[in-house]
């Protein structure tokens, strides 16, 4: 099989400070306060690790939580990666689900705010964000050959990710449910004659 790269990607804690309404790329803090869960996730983890986040301070808050909380620590400092940032949402940011719902009328997506071709105002679409995040990973599965990467990062890229393990389309990839301090394990590896493959080991698996 060679040389296997495994992926531990986490789903930040969750956001309160905008409670019921659209955040994307807006930076809030997360909430960090459930301590059994944490404790329950981190023995989850691997040693040795690569670890990398977004841009964003809710994935750096849950992975400091994560070492607290006894998670092995990784091989060297917590590196930021700014492709793997949520989807931007434009004029949507700030705005409450609901309104955004009565808003777009068919256009809601039952899974996601849009459909993976939608753009919203000044935003980015959810094929974009695919776009973006699919060409980080290969980058990154090149740099860690052979490594474990345990990934904090958001719903969007995460999804992102599943859909190039599986040669999904992107609107496709909105079917997967991907909940906060969750994991979602797939791995790469080399195939006979110089191809390559993925697996998909767990999918939105909470901390148990």
């Not at 939580?65 to 434009?90: K, R």
């Not at 000044?122 to 995040?133: I, K």
């Amino acid at each position: 099989m060679g040389m296997v790269t495994r992926w531990w990607w986490i789903r930040h804690a969750p956001v309160t400070a905008n409670h019921g309404c659209c955040y994307g790329q807006t930076d809030f803090p997360c909430d960090v306060d459930d301590q059994a869960a944490l404790a329950r996730l981190a023995p989850m983890l691997p040693q040795g690790a690569v670890w990398i986040a977004s841009p964003l301070q809710r994935t750096t808050m849950t992975a400091t939580a994560l070492l607290a909380a006894g998670a092995a620590p990784p091989e060297s400092a917590l590196t930021v990666e700014p492709e793997l940032i949520e989807q931007h949402f434009g004029a949507w940011q700030g705005v409450k689900y609901t309104e955004l719902h009565a808003r777009q009328g068919s256009d809601w997506h039952g899974f996601w705010l849009a459909p993976a071709q939608v753009t919203p105002p000044g935003g980015e679409s959810f094929a974009a964000l695919t776009a973006r995040v699919q060409p980080a990973i290969e980058r990154l599965n090149e740099r860690h050959s052979g490594r474990d990467i345990v990934s904090f990062s958001h719903g969007g890229p995460i999804r992102a990710a599943l859909g190039l393990a599986l040669g999904l389309a992107p609107e496709d990839s909105l079917a997967f449910a991907i909940d906060n301090l969750s994991l979602t394990r797939i791995e790469h590896f080399p195939e006979p004659g110089g191809a390559h493959g993925w697996r998909v080991v767990t999918v939105n698996l909470p901390p148990r």
